[in-house]
C-alpha cells in the first residue's frame, strides 16, 4: 500500500530504545519533574501502546527521545545510539513523532505540509525551487489513501480538525522512519479514519517498523497494539501484553486518586 | 585635525592632480538648501542653465544642505558649490576649495558683512552699557534664544564674544552661563521667544529684525541690547581641481547674475543682490576668529 | 500550612507590585520636574495654536504640478531604497532571531541592526554623498541603509511570533535550517512582513531627513521647505497629497494581506 | 476531464504569475531610470567613502559630560512622550482593527491615523511652539503625537495577529467588547506591544527631527548639530554614546518580554 | 455537585432548536456548501449525540446556531427566537459552546480563563478590576472537580492537551447555559477524565440542560446520550435512538466510499 524506499530497518539487532531511570528537570508548577525515572526496553518491529491518565508524562516521555526536552539523569539510548546533543541529528533521522495537535504550518497547503516530510532526506538546494515530482507523486497517493485528494490543495488551516490530524500523519510517512512515535494519532479522527490509521500503523509494524503510540482508548490499543506501557505520575506503573488493560488502569486510577 | 590648509588629506591631493589633468568637462554647482528657500532645484537649474550658455560647458545643479555639500567638494562630486562662511572654512581645509565670491544683501549693514544681534524687549530691564563685557555680563542667568547651533550670526559669532569677554569656557559649556538655552531652529522662532517672553534674550542676524521673519508691530517691540560686527556672508567657493582659467570664466559668469536682466535669478534663490568677489582668507578671517574663540574646529 | 504559604507568596507579590508602582512613580517625577512645564502658558495659548493651524488653510493648489514631480521623484528612490533595505534586512532579522539563531551569533548580529539604528540619517546621506555625489543615487542608498534599521527589527519580531510547534516538528523531521526558514517560517511571516515593508515604503516616501541632505528632494523635503519659507498652505497641498498616497498604500497593504490570507 | 481543468488551472496560475513579474520589473525599471544611476562613479570613489569615516574618530570624549546631559534632557521628555502618545494610541489601534471594530468606524480611526503620520515632526514641532513656546513642553507633546503615528499601526498590528479561536469563544460566551479586549486581547497583545513601546521609546530619544525644530535640544539634536558644525569627532562621542543607550533598552525589551511570557 | 444560579430553564415549552432546510455558503473547495440542508427539531432536555465523518458538517452546524457562520437559506431558531443579527446577542446568552480545540487565551492561567466564562452575566464595569470572590470561589471549585486544583494559577499554554480540554469545560460551564454545545468535549482526554465529563453532562441534562454534542465514540454516544443525529456531507442521514448506531454507521460509510 504505502512504498517504502528504505526497507532495511527489520535488519537491526541493537533494542530499537532503551531507557535507564530517565529523569527530566524539576517543574515548580508540579512540585516534581515530568518524568521522575522511565526504565524500559523496546525491541524493533514492536507495537507499544502508552497509556495513562493526562499529564502524567506520556508526551514528555515521546518528546525527551527526540531530545526536545533536556534528559537530567539517567539515560536513553535509540539502536545502543545515546541521546547526547552530538548524536541528536543523527536519531532524529531514525524517529519520526508525530505531535499532538499536529504541528502542520498552517498557511501551506495539504500537499506542501506533506512534502515537508521529504525536508529531512533532501538537501537546501533541491528543496529551494520546490520538490521533484516523485516527491509530489508519493505525497498525493498518501494523500488520496486518506481520503484527502479533494483537499490536497486546501490551505490546512481551512481543513477540519480530523482532516488535519491526516495529513500530519501523511507527512510523517514521508518521512519513512524506522521508529514511529505517535502522540494521540486518533484524537479528533472519526470511526472511519481511526480504524484507517490504525491498521495503516499495524501494517508499517508488520513490515518491521516500531511503533510507539500514545492511545486513550483501551479498546483501540487492545485491538492493534501487543504490548502496553501504562505512565502514572512520571513513571512506568505498568508495563506488559495488552490483556486485562481496563484492570491494571483501574490500579492506577486507585493510586491517582 | 591639525592639518594646514590646503593640502587635506593625500588621498584627496593626488585624486584632485589626476582629476584636473583629465580637465573638466562639466561643472557641478551646489546649492544648499537654506532656512527659507523653497522649489531650490527649479531656480537652481535656471542658474545653471544661464552659467552653460556662458561657459559653453555643462554646468548641473545639485541640492544638498551645507554638510553634504562640503562633503560632495571633498569627494569630487562637486567643483562650485554656494556656501556658509563656516561651511567655506571647512571645504577649505578638507577639499581645498576656496571661496572668490560673497554675497551682498541690501540689508547688510556692511555690504558682504553684517552685524550679530542680542535682542530684548523694550520692556527689558536689561540696559545696553559701553563696555562690552559689562553688556553681556548682565545676561549670565538669563533665558536666552539661540538661532541655532549652526548658525553663524545666531550663535557662532555671540558665542565666540562671550568667550573672548571671559565669560563663557566654549561653546559646550554655554548652558553653564545661562538659565537655560534653547533654540529657535531659525531666526523667526528665536524672536518669537522674546516677544512671547519665553526667553529673555535672542541671538540673531540684524536683517532678522523686520520680514518675513516678524511683523513690523513686532519689530517695534524689540530693541538691540549688543552688536558684534563683522559677520562675513555667504560666498561661492570653487575647488582647486577647477583650473584658474577656468575659475576666472566662473566667477565673471556668475557676477552676469549682479546684471538687471538676470539679477530676479539670484534674488529668488537666495534673497541676496550681487556678488562680489572677495579674497577668501581676509573674508573669513573674522569667522575663523570667532569659531576659534567659541572652541570650534579651525 | 499551605494556606500560610499561599497567603505569603500574595504578600509578596503585593508588595513587589508596590515598590514596581513607587519606582514608576519615582521616575516619571523625576522625569516631569525636568521638562519644567509651565501650566498657565498652555491655556493663554489657545489663539496662537487656532491661529497656527488657521494659516495652513486653505491649500494653494497652484502647486499642485510641483508636488505630483516630487511624489514621483520620492516614489523612485523609495521603491528601491526600500528594496534594498529589506533584501538586506532579512538576513540580520534572521540572525537576531530568538527561535532560530544560537546566542552567541545572535548577539553580533543585534548588535548590528543597533549600530544602524544609531547611525542618524544625517550621517548616512554624508557618507553616501562621498561615494556618489549629492542627488538621488545617495538617497537611495542612504534610505536603504536607514531601512534596514528597522525592517531587521520588525521580521525579527515577526520571526519570533511564529508558531513554534510547527517550527519543532520541521526540525525534528530533519529539515535543515535554511529548509526550516523556506518552509515553516516565509509562509506564516509573509502577511505581517509584507505589511511591514509597505509601511517602511511609505515611511520613505515621507522621510524629509534623509532625502534632504543630499538633496535628493522628494516630496517631504519640499514641505520641509515650504514651511520654512512661511507658505504654509502650499505646504498643506503637499500633506494633503501625502495623505492621500499614505491611505492608498494602507489600503493597499490591507487588501494584499487579505489575498495571501486567503490564498 | 479533471485533468484538464487542472492543467488550465496551472497554465491560468502561471501566466498570472508572469504577468506580476513583467509589472514588477517594468515598475523597477522606472524607478531606476528616474535615479540616474552612474555606475562607474561608485568605483574610484571607495577612499573617499574611506575618509569619511576615518575623520569620525577617534571620539572626541570632553564632550561626555554634555553628551550624558543631553541624554538625560531626552530621555525625561522620551519617557513622557511615549507614555502620553502610547496612551493615546490604544484606542486609536483598536478602532483600526479588523478584528475588532466594524467597518465603517475602522475607516475613521485608519484615516486619523493615516493624518497624523501624514504632518511631518516640523509642522508639529510648530504647532506645538505655538501652545507652548520653545522648550521642553512643546518638545514632549509633539513628540507624543508623532508616537501615535507609528504605536496605533503596530498595535493594530498586534492586535489583528491575535489568535482568533480564543477571541471568538469570549465573545460567544456573552462577553462585552472591552470585556474582550481586557481578557481576550490583553493578554496576548502585552508581550508584542511592550517591545514596541519600548522600540518607540528608544527611538523618540534618538529624534532629532522632532526635538530640533522646538528647541528643545537633547542629544539627537546635539550630535546634528555637531555634524552640521563640522565636528565628527565629538558626534561619534554622542553616537557611541547613543549605542549603549539603544542596546540597553534591546536587552531591558527582552528581558521584559521574556519574565511577561514565563509569568 | 454544581450549584446552578438559573435553574429556569427546564420551564420552556417551546421546542430548543428548530432547524428547517438550513444551508450555508457555497465553499469552493468542497464545490458544495457545508451544509446543504438541515432539518431537525430538539426538545429542552434532549441529550442528543453529533456523529459523523471528518468534514461532514458537524462543527459547522454547531456554529451555525451562533451565528458564527452564516445562513444562507432556510431557517433556524432557539426557543422560538429566529437567528439573525439582531436575535444574535440575545441566543448567545442561552447557548454554550465548546470550540474543537478550546479556544482559550493561552497566556492567562487556568483560573482566569475559567472565570471568563462569566463575563456573559457581568458588566464591564464589574470586571474592570477582576472578579469578585465568589465568582472565584465557584471557578476554583470547579477547576477542583475536574482535578486541576494544583494547576489552577498555571498559565493555560503551559498545561497538558487533556488538562486544557477540562479547563474550556469548566469555563463553559461557569456560562450557566441552557443550551450546551459540545464539539468533541473527549478530544484528548483520558478514559477517566473522558468518563468525568460524560457523567457531568450527564447530571447537567438530567437537571434538564439541552445537550447537543459531537462525539466519535460511538460507544460512548451509546451509553449516555438518548438521540444521535448522523451527519453526512452536510445533511443528517440518521435522526433517531442510540441503539444499533454501528448499523447506521455502516450505511452512512457506504454512502461515503
Ligand atoms: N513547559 C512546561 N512547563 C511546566 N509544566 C509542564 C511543561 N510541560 C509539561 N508540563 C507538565 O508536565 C506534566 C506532564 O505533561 P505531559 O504533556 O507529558 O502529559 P501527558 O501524559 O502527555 O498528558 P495528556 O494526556 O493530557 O497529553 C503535566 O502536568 C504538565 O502540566
Ligand atoms: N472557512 C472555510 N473555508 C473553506 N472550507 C471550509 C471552511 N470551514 C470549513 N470548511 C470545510 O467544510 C467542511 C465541513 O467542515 P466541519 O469543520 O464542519 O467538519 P466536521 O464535521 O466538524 O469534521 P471533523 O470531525 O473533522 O471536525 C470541511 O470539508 C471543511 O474543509
Ligand atoms: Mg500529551
Ligand atoms: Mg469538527
Redesign the interface.
Known sequence: MHQRSQPSYTASVHPAIVCVDLQTAYLPSLRRSALQGVTCTIQPGEFVAVLGLNGAGKSTWLQSLLGLVPIQSGSAHVHYTPIQAATIPQIRREIGILFQGGGLVPQLTALDNVLCGRLGQRSSWQTLFGFDSRDRAQASQLLHQFGLRDSAHQITRRLSGGQRQRVAIARLLMQSPSILLLDEPTAGLDVLATRHVMELLAQLNHQGMTIISVLHDLAIAQTYARRALIFEAGRILYDGDCHNLAVHFKTAEQVER | STQPPTSSNPVAATQGQTASANSLNQLRVVFPSRSGATEVQTKANAIAALLSTELKMPVIAVIGDDTAAVEALKAEQAEVAFLSSRSALKAEQLAGSRLYLAEVRPDYSGGHTYRSVFVVRNDSPLQSKDDAKQNLEQLRGKKIAFTSPTSGSGFIFPVGDLVKQGLVENRDRVKEFFGEVTYGNNYAGALQAVLKGQAEVAAVSEYALKAPYITPAESQQLRILHAISGVPAHGVAIDDRVPADLRGRVMSALQKLNEPANNALLKDLYNSTELVSIDHTRHLAPMQNALKQAGMEP | MKDVRVKFRWIVSKSKLFMILAALVL??G???Q?????GT??QK??P??I???YR?FPPDLSVTD?AIRAL??T???S??GT?IGAVLSVPIAVLSA?NLTPDWLRWSA??LQ??V????S??L???F?????????AG?LALSIYTIGYLA?FYQ?AIE?V?P??I????????????VA???IL??V?P?GL??TL?MF?YNI?S??VL????A?GI????????????YS??TTM?LL??LV??SI?FLS?HLRHQL?K?
Do not use: C
Open positions: 521616575v516619571y523625576w522625569a516631569l525636568g521638562l519644567k512645564i509651565n502658558l498652555l495659548s489657545v496662537h495654536m491661529d497656527f493651524i495652513l510641483v514621483i521623484e516614489v523612485q528612490m521603491l528601491w528594496t530568538q543585534t548588535l543597533n549600530a539604528r544609531t547611525v542618524p544625517i550621517v546621506g554624508l557618507f554623498v562621498s561615494a556618489t555625489g549629492l542627488g538621488a543615487t537611495t527589527k519580531e511570533a508558531d510547534e510547527s519543532k516538528a520541521l526540525q525534528v523531521g530533519g529539515a535543515s535550517w535554511s529548509q523556506q518552509y515553516g509562509p506564516q509573509l505581517l505589511g511591514y509601511y511609505e515621507r524629509a531627513s534632504g541632505v543630499v538633496g528632494g517631504g523635503f519640499e514641505l520641509v521647505n515650504y514651511i520654512r519659507g512661511f507658505e502650499k505646504a500633506m501625502l495623505l499614505v491611505t494602507d490591507s490570507e490564498l
